[in-house]
């Protein structure tokens, strides 16, 4: 399988380097890393897609906004039809209709907004992201982290409890409908409940997109635990669970360690980790 990397969604936020740790002027910046694998049998198959084409064309339309204005604000969002999944994967040679099916790590709204760019693919996602974020949505955070607006035009979901099947000590969720064996889930709660990383078994070894788990390389790779004060308080804003979400982050970062030459650990907004998956050097 071929494992394309792609940035479906840029952020901006006020403070620079306070985020990103590398950016020299005040804006820092956040990508939405997205991957398009080629699978021999089963067609194209998307994990995430960030931001959508009807975000970008009406994200505060009324009354019920595709993305809620405070949360652009805060993260200072850039909304390019260029760099929606639709949009590079037709500038690869495909179409719509050839990516059959969509794993989501989660559905936030950053996550899950080219949702309805690809009407024909099947959407995997755990059942417990899935009620949480088209049942009812108390508090701040999750009424603007869960947009409906995305969601409702999604013709065919699949939904999976956690089966508990062993990948490096994590539960696994094996055998997703209509992929190969290779690709699994693996329940990574603490972001939201139903928060999944996806893993990929290469020849040379596992990838895993460890979706909003950890948002920072710093995080990964080293024995101690190092991130950046802008997105540390961004995890926070958006826990549901700190337990659950700091002993998981724990765990994956003694696999990127231990596991180093089995297992790829790489997250959704760092750009420094895009870059390198892209350039075919990954952290």
Known sequence: MHIHHLNCGTDC?????????RSAGPLGRIVCHC??????AHGLVLVDTGYGLRDVAHPHRHPDP???LPWRLMLNIRLREQETAI???EALGYR?????HIIATHLDFDHAGGLEDFPNATVHVM????DDATGPRRGIVARNRWR???LDDVGAWRRYGARGEAWFGFDAVRDLDGLPPEILMVPLPGHTWGHAGVA????????LHAGDAYFYRGEMRQARRRCTPGLRAYQRLMEVDATQRLRNQDRLRRLSVERRGEVTVTCTHDPVELERCQAGDPL
């Not at 006020?14 to 990103?20: I, M, R, S, V």
């Not at 990929?200 to 990838?207: E, K, P, T």
């Open 148 to 150: 409906t607006r995305q």
């Open 96 to 100: 719509a209709g050839d990516v059959r």
């Open 87 to 89: 949009r590079q994967v």
């Open 66 to 68: 595709r993305i809620s």
């Open 200 to 207: 990929i078994r290469q020849a040379d070894g596992w990838l």
């Open 35 to 40: 991957l398009l694998i080629e699978t021999p």
């Open 127 to 130: 059942q417990r992201e899935y």
């Open 13 to 21: 936020p006020l403070g620079g380097a306070l985020f990103d740790g």
